[in-house]
Nanobody, 123 residues
Framework: QVQLVESGGGLVQPGGSLRLSCAASGRIFSSNMMGWYRQAPGKQRELVATITILGITNYADSVKGRFTISRDNAKITVYLQMNSLKPEDTGVYYC?????????????????WGQGTQVTVSS
């Protein structure tokens, strides 16, 4: 059983900060890519940031300079530090991970999603 569990969402005022965490659990051998996506009401889910096992990052233009993604490879956990939050950052933030899962003697690749955590930026 593989799970991605997000935490850290909540209500924050414009200009404030939040730190999201996503921990993967299960019989996981390794992870290459981990990242965050978000979806605002009535809008398509979009990429926020990704990070590889070697620390190579990619950010959406809308969050560059404000958000920082990081990871702990030993714990297979990814973080998203969000600063200078804007109302347009509001949405459900989903953790995503590419995982190699151990099944007996086999190593199976899969793409996994968390259930999401709500981030609301409002006065």
């Amino acid at each position: 059983q593989v799970q991605l569990v997000e935490s850290g969402g909540g209500l924050v005022q414009p200009g404030g900060s939040l730190r999201l965490s996503c921990a993967a659990s299960g019989r996981i051998f390794s992870s290459n890519m981990m990242g965050w996506y978000r979806q605002a009401p009535g809008k398509q889910r979009e990429l926020v940031a990704t990070i590889t096992i070697l620390g190579i990052t990619n950010y959406a233009d809308s969050v560059k300079g404000r958000f920082t993604i990081s990871r702990d490879n030993a714990k297979i956990t990814v973080y998203l530090q969000m600063n200078s939050l804007k109302p347009e950052d509001t949405g459900v933030y989903y953790c995503n991970a590419e995982l190699w899962v151990v099944d007996g003697s086999r190593h199976l690749w899969g793409n996994y999603w968390g259930q999401g955590t709500q981030v609301t930026v409002s006065s």
